[in-house]
């Protein structure tokens, strides 16, 4: 005995002793290890089956266990306040690297009621710890996934916000109905509006000078005489020519006109014809649309 | 039949284990969800800024193909903008459809083709009318003018002018489609 604290030391003379060859059992863990090492002792103890022995087994290097037992009777008697019952040391005949304190008789079901009873609230404030434990991470995550969901919903709010700015769309229609409007109004605007070098900018190529119909229609007159008396019958223009038709007041008049019209940007004059209908003196006049020198 | 301690232990680890797992997974997809709104705002941004982009280009094609009804209204406008008395405005005829070749985007675009006729028509509304018509009809041009003197000389000269006019039109719209029909 030791202090408050019950440590019993029998004589090792006492005991059950055995050195175990275990090389030959199957590698096992466990219940069934010390089922299988039980039998083993079993053979060498003097006539008492292993189930009136309690022993503890301890490993030695070379596939041998150390066997050290009590009977059952011996090992349930003593005192609940001992917390340790040991061998004074190792018998003379065996000689194992092992101290005699580890061999503690009062194990496994044989162990203590106060040692029992602290594993027992031990085990129940580890698993309470980890009760607690996983709840504070699930909460945690629950939380963290709540705040997502909530970025996720802004997010979303955000730009529908955004489109309906853009298409005035209906405020009730999905998000992903006011963005497929979006695209579609995108994909429309990038196939209707000009960009320099676009598919939109290559279509017509190879008619460049059609649709200036107008613009011709500027420069002509623009460029048209001031300064003789020319009345206009009519101005045809298409993609190539512009055919003038004026009535001149004299047949000089023709030099004026033909001069001034000569001058129109982008068209060439060629020559014009005069005829005298009557009283009219009329001038037809055909300009070409110049080539361009950089043209293709 | 009790079980041992140990077994109660994995069986709880095991348990908690899964619990942890499932809420893990469930905020992982939460930031899929996150990423996905977030990729989509940018995308949407992009977008827009492709509109904005766009929208500030001349336009060059029609959206859909114009019924003859609605040149007329477009010619109405055009009058009404350059200050000329609508009554001048004789009437649209179609003059065909035309395919264009492919562009190489696969869009089917197509050409429609149209004349304009304006009546007792003086030089400066000539002018008016075409410089209002040009602003407005950036997808239409003019492809032929015939000017012919009616009545009147000088700044009182009156004349009708027919003017041709084309624009490329996008072929696959479903406006397009419908008015084809119709």
Redesign the interface.
Known sequence: MSGARMDLRWPADRFYWAVLDTSRLPATTGARRTAQLGYLFESVLPGVPIEAVHAVYERLPGDRVLACGLPVETVAAINGTTMTLAPEALPDFIEAPVSAERLNLLSGAYAPAGVRRARRVTLVLAALSLVVVSALVVTGLERRRAALLEHAAALEAGRREVILEVTGGSSTAATAQLALQLEGRRRLLERTRTIPGGASASIGAGDSQRGDADHALERLIAAWPTSATVRCRSIEIDESTISVVVLLNAMADEEVVRDALAETPGWTLTQPTVERRGAEIIATLRLERAVEENAP | MTMR?SI??VL??AV??F??MV??R??AA??A??A???S??IG??E??A??ER??G???????RRHPENDLGERVLDALASADVDEARFQGVSALGDQT?PD???R?E?RRQLASMSLDQMT?AE??RF?AA??GANT?W?????????TTG?GSA?R?TMT??V?A?Y?AG?SDSNAEAGS
């Open positions: 301690p109660l232990v709880l680890v908690l284990g619990g942890v809420e893990a469930r905020v939460a930031e969800e996150v996905r709104q977030l989509a705002l949407t941004r977008t827009i492709s509109i766009h929208e280009l001349r336009q060059t094609v029609e959206e264009l562009a190489g985007d869009i675009r030089v000539v002018g075409l018509w040009r997808a041009h003019a492809d032929g003018l015939d000017v012919r003197h000389a000269a004349f003017m041709r084309s490329i996008i719209s």
